[in-house]
């Protein structure tokens, strides 16, 4: 699937949505004094096109007691996309991505304490790849939207 083309209407319903997927798509056709029909027909073309994936509350695993941890997986480039699917079946696994060289890069979340038994867990059921690990100490950003001004240059 190719990039899609976004006009102005596109990228204001994005930002707001972004902002607050709750907001009643009257409610944003009044704020973008445009039908609500027409939005309703955007949204849905951006979830077709899949620059919308779904509408859902974000939870921050942090602040309900979970840890998170990163792990960067060597591979071959050859061997990258097998061993990123393996270890993107996982359920303590939230992100997966390859890199060109053949990196895998995860991000792991599960519950906290004192010994980190459950990344350890985890970290030996990956199996023998050749890792590093790098278990989170703090969270200082925490966000999965994209911001105003590069929505702006869609």
């Known amino acids: 699937m190719g990039k899609m083309d976004l006009d102005e209407i596109d990228r204001e319903i994005i930002k707001n949505l972004k902002d607050d997927g709750r907001m009643s798509f009257r409610e944003l056709g009044e704020k973008l004094g445009v ?35 990163f792990v ?21 696994v939230r992100k997966v991505f390859r890199t060109l060289d053949g990196k895998v890069i995860v991000k792991a979340v599960f519950p906290e304490n004192s010994e980190n038994d459950e990344f350890e867990r985890f970290l030996e059921k990956l199996g023998d790849y050749s890792v590093k690990i790098y278990p ?19």
């Open 35 to 69: 039908p609500h029909t027409t939005i309703f027909t955007r949204v849905n073309k951006l979830m077709d096109g899949g620059v919308i994936k779904n509408f859902s509350a974000i939870v921050h695993p942090h602040e309900i007691g979970f840890g998170i941890g």
């Open 72 to 92: 960067i997986i060597d591979s071959t480039p050859a061997q990258s996309k097998l061993v990123a699917k393996h270890i993107a079946r996982f359920p303590e």
């Open 136 to 154: 989170v100490q703090e969270v200082v950003k925490f966000d999965h939207g994209l911001d105003d001004h590069l929505i702006e240059q869609l």
